[in-house]
């Protein structure tokens, strides 16, 4: 199996007069050279894909380039024993430090999710997840509506920070659950409280999912609220310019890119760049697009230890991957229905592999936005911040295998 892919062209960018010295990120023990976090993205950031960012990262950088989250894990599965659950918190040699994100509403049930995990040394470092705005989690008192109830966040996070020792424990939170129910205010002052090494705030409500516009104001705010431990900012980073941005802009000490690395994992190797100074930027061609689909179609049967499970994983990225690339629709559906590596083989060796970078056709947003709507939520939750009983019975609902932020 080969171990890298051809070097995608890169070409130079005007420098931006915000591009820092080269800027680190510290977490408790872990200090990384490029001060970026992968965001946690469900059925995406599997193993392959963190590999694959990983060595983009490390093009620009005396590390791998930041730091590079798991999928979302439920803490009532691992507690439960919930094999696949272990999996996704199994990571490979090459992944140093390690970092999982983890979810939970009942404070000893995370709590020993923590233990557990760190008795089977499957983490370096562990987040948090509080952002979370699927309606099947909100709905039982779940994901980013749960700060809302400020005495079971601070429960959840002491108990977490208490059990992790000297691993890291770190917070993702959004704003709140709508204009009207601010939380992240409170949630960063109360991370900082109990022991957290950072919080990380996507700069939307729940009711926005990832529509509009991301408040970076909000995340400004927060830095000069919270001045203890570090503060990184989520929400519309598509370049490594809206990184440096973001930073000059409102202070914070990172960044957290989820959408914008979708179909574009050489993201990583650019944020590096940009970080370190550097004008070099990623502009792959037609044929070094599909170098990389073939990377990652070899990571992901490497992950899943069958080439017919992960060639079928691989589909979900086709679109993202060809955005704005000569490649029509015919051709888009059949890399869509691939069966296995010579099937894939054999359709990238008919594409056009030295069309030129599209320019402006393959930048800015992707993935799916989604449309504001009103929050689920448990019936009363928002009428006081404490925890009534009848609530209380129904949190264990929450933990659902699902994942997002």
């Not at 199996?1 to 510290?26: C, D, E, F, I, Y």
């Not at 490979?92 to 923590?114: F, K, N």
């Not at 800015?364 to 925890?387: L, N, Q, V, Y």
Request: net charge negative.
């Amino acid at each position: 199996m080969t171990t890298a892919h051809a070097p995608a062209r890169t070409a130079p960018a005007a420098p931006s007069s915000a591009a820092p010295a080269r800027r680190t990120l510290t977490i408790g023990p872990h200090t990384v050279d490029t001060p970026v976090v992968l965001a946690p993205m469900a059925g995406i950031t599997n193993m392959a894909f963190r590999l694959l960012c990983r060595e983009f990262g490390s093009r620009h950088s005396h590390d791998d380039g930041g730091l590079y989250v798991s999928e979302m894990v439920t803490t009532r599965a691992l507690v439960e024993g919930h094999r696949e659950s272990w999996r996704l918190v199994t990571m490979g040699p090459r992944e140093r430090p390690r970092s999982i994100q983890l979810y939970g509403v009942d404070p000893a049930t995370v709590r020993r999710a923590v233990e557990m995990v760190l008795e089977r040394d499957k983490a370096d470092h562990i987040d948090l997840n509080f952002g979370c705005p699927v309606p099947k989690v909100t709905r039982r008192g779940g994901g980013g509506i749960l700060p809302w109830k400020t005495e079971l966040f601070t429960r959840i996070v002491r108990g977490a920070v208490e059990a992790a020792g000297d691993v890291p424990v770190t917070v993702k939170t959004r704003i709140g659950i709508d204009a009207d129910h601010v939380t992240y205010r409170d949630a960063g002052l109360i991370a900082q409280e109990v022991g957290a090494s950072a919080i990380a705030l996507h700069g939307r409500t729940v009711d926005q999912h990832y529509s509009g516009t991301a408040n970076w104001d909000a995340i400004a705010d927060l830095k000069s609220l919270v001045t203890d431990i570090p503060v990184l900012g989520n929400g519309d980073i598509w370049s490594a310019e809206d990184a440096l941005r973001m930073v000059e802009q409102t202070g914070c000490d990172g960044v957290v890119v989820g959408r914008g690395c979708q179909g574009r994992p050489w993201l990583f190797a650019d944020l590096a760049a940009g970080f370190a100074g550097l004008p070099d930027r990623v502009r792959p061609t037609l044929g070094d697009v599909a170098r990389t689909v073939r990377r990652h179609a070899e990571l992901l049967v490497e992950f899943f230890e069958d080439e017919g499970r992960g060639v079928r994983d691989l589909r979900k990225h086709v679109a993202w991957y060809f955005k704005g690339y000569p490649v029509g629709g015919e051709m888009r559906h059949r890399l869509a229905t691939m069966e296995s590596l010579e099937d894939l083989d054999a359709k990238l060796a008919e594409l056009d592999l030295a069309s030129p970078y599209p320019g402006e056709a393959v930048e800015g947003p992707r993935g799916r936005a989604g449309t504001p709507k009103r929050p689920a939520c448990p019936e009363g939750w928002m009428d006081t911040r404490e925890i009534t009983p009848d609530i209380a019975a129904r949190l264990h609902e929450a933990e659902l295998s699902v994942s997002g932020g």
